[in-house]
């Protein structure tokens, strides 16, 4: 029996997904989203093997993790300030929320600085929600090319958060179009609630939190 029985079925939930699809489970990567999450509902997670996790803000991250970073891929998953590349630059093996021109200059001018390359996903609002982070759909194909002809940006990926109140498979069909096209591998897509169907239009790495951790305490 595993230290985490809801990682165990996270787990088997994607690995069903994925064969259903067609598609080798190994080739999708659960990160566990444990932003805010106390450590004791962590440590069972990570005691039973995960090692690949997402959180939202660079200082919490830091704080959780700097003393226990060892064989870990952590990835900002939240939104960046331009004032804590540095640090995110330093931290963070993926930052999968690029989503404007400053940010991609500030990157690529701290990468140059520390030598040090964070794989890069471009964030993209496929439901072109005014209250959300990303690109629009209709600019992406230029950012991604602007990210890499003009900063010299390694883009990997591409990532999105669907409308909460719109079928979520439309969006991610959307952004594998735009991956294909502009020749990115990665797809970061799904949550707790919508994995296996991201699982099922080609998401690479789902984002899961309230599935393994249960619901977080609001502040």
């Keep these: 029996m595993s230290a985490s029985p809801a990682l165990d079925d996270v787990l088997a939930r994607i690995a069903?997904?994925?064969?259903?699809?067609?598609?080798?489970?190994?080739d999708v990567a659960l990160v566990a989203v444990s932003k805010q999450q106390p450590w004791e509902a962590i440590e069972p997670v990570l005691a039973a093997g995960q090692r690949l996790f997402g959180e939202n803000r660079v200082q919490e991250a830091m704080e959780r993790w700097s003393e226990r970073r060892a064989g870990l891929e952590l990835?900002?998953?939240g939104p960046l300030q331009t004032n804590k590349v540095r640090e995110a630059v330093g931290f963070f093996d993926v930052i999968e929320t690029l989503d404007r021109e400053r940010l991609a200059k500030a990157l690529?001018?701290?990468?140059?600085?520390?030598g040090k390359a964070p794989r890069l996903h471009v964030?993209?609002?496929?439901?072109e929600e005014p209250q959300k982070a990303g690109i629009a759909p209709a600019d992406a194909d230029a950012f991604i090319a602007e990210a890499r002809g003009n900063y010299g940006l390694t883009i990997e990926g591409l990532m999105c958060i669907p409308p909460e109140a719109?079928?979520?498979?439309p969006h991610f069909a959307l952004l594998?179009?735009?991956a294909a096209r502009n020749g990115v591998s990665k797809l970061s897509m799904g949550m707790s609630g919508d994995?296996?169907?991201?699982?099922?239009f080609g998401a690479t790495s789902v984002r899961v939190g309230s599935a393994l951790f249960g619901a977080r305490a609001r502040p």
């Design 108 to 114: 690529a001018d701290e990468v140059q600085k520390q």
């Design 16 to 26: 069903a997904a994925a064969r259903a699809a067609g598609r080798d489970p190994a």
């Design 195 to 200: 994995f296996e169907t991201a699982v099922r």
């Design 75 to 77: 990835r900002l998953i």
């Design 123 to 127: 964030q993209v609002n496929t439901g």
């Design 176 to 178: 594998a179009k735009i």
């Design 166 to 169: 719109e079928p979520p498979g």
